[in-house]
């Protein structure tokens, strides 16, 4: 499981303001903390938004080559910080507009940097050294952008799973736009114009089938997305990361986004390559996990409201 590294510097914040010196390094590149230790391993970060939904989402859909770039790019490079200048300067991004070029690399930061948790940075830049197009970079591409967008989340472990669960595959925007309206406790949703919320619903679902996780242009249909074993393994070190019970693993609805239920989780656990260290032993529905030791240094992942720039509130 060893995985090529980039070193992105954790001073990164608000979309990459304050730099930090690091020296040039070759193809395998550590990242390496600017705070102490004990700060790092006591933080408490949110990855997980739980805050109101949010029309983030209206626009710039899955951005699946750009993200490419910009994690081609982070490989390379020795901050945040310089792949932000080269994108708006277009010497990553292809947009013709340098307003065009700063709002995609405003949503893709906010996506899958803002939260600065360096292991989940360094397996996007790892996933990413393959094709754009392979399962493996498009999986913790889908991970990571429902995971920092409550409503889409909750659309995808929601409504989407319980179709594919029943065996009805049909998913439209009126399906979602109802989703919208049924949301009692989302009240800033009656602010947005009709317009605004057919876009976004529009976006959402284009970007799910970008990602694999819906099949058609106009008529859409629900597929199960593949799920290659290092994302499984990625999805076991958040939760563990969240402080999810090794009991509550299987039950976890992050597993949801992949159209699996706790049999098919426990199956897809069950291949997952030992290799000295990890060790999990599936049991019915119970998961028993030993995990690596620089797992334990992990930031305490939890869920919350992100702030309008990607961090925390």
């Known amino acids: 499981m060893k995985s090529t590294l980039a070193r992105i510097d ?18 395998a590149r550590q990242l390496r903390p600017t705070t102490s230790p004990r700060s790092l391993s006591t933080a408490q970060v949110v990855l997980r938004d739980s805050g109101p939904y949010s029309a983030r989402n209206s626009s ?10 910009i994690f081609a790019a982070l490989a390379a490079s020795t901050s945040i ?14 947009q013709r507009s340098r307003s065009t070029r700063e709002r995609v690399w405003h949503a893709l930061h906010h996506r899958y940097l803002s939260h600065h948790v ?13 094709a754009r197009e392979e399962p493996e970079f498009l999986s913790v591409l889908h991970l990571h952008y429902a995971l920092r967008d409550h409503l889409t989340y909750d659309f995808a472990t929601g409504f989407i799973y319980n179709q594919f669960d029943a065996g009805r595959t049909a998913v439209s925007r009126e399906d979602l736009l109802n989703f919208m309206d049924a949301a009692d406790d ?21 970007a799910l089938r970008d990602f694999g996780a819906l099949t058609g242009s106009q008529h859409k249909r629900i597929t199960r ?42 199956e897809v656990l069950r291949k997952i390559p030992i290799e000295r260290r990890l060790r999990l032993e599936v049991s019915g529905r119970t998961v028993h996990l030993q995990v690596p030791t620089d797992w334990h240094d992990d930031s305490q992942l939890v869920s919350g409201r992100i702030d309008s720039k990607g961090g925390n509130t």
């Open 10 to 27: 954790r001073n990164d914040t608000n979309g990459g303001r304050s730099p930090q010196p690091s020296q040039t390094m070759r193809a």
């Open 60 to 69: 710039k859909g899955a951005l699946v080559d750009e993200a490419g770039r």
């Open 81 to 94: 910080e310089e792949v932000k200048r080269a994108a708006a300067d277009g010497r990553i991004l292809a």
């Open 118 to 130: 360096k292991w989940v940075i360094n397996d996007l830049i790892t996933s990413g050294a393959s």
């Open 186 to 206: 989302q009240p800033q949703i009656r602010t947005w114009t009709q317009q605004s919320r057919v876009k976004l619903a529009g976006s959402i679902l284009s």
């Open 225 to 266: 997305p593949p799920l290659p074993l290092r994302t499984a393994e990625h999805i076991l070190r958040l939760l563990r990361a969240e402080g999810v019970p090794d009991a509550e693993i299987l039950e976890n609805s992050t597993w949801r986004l992949f159209m699996l239920n706790e049999a098919e989780v426990a």
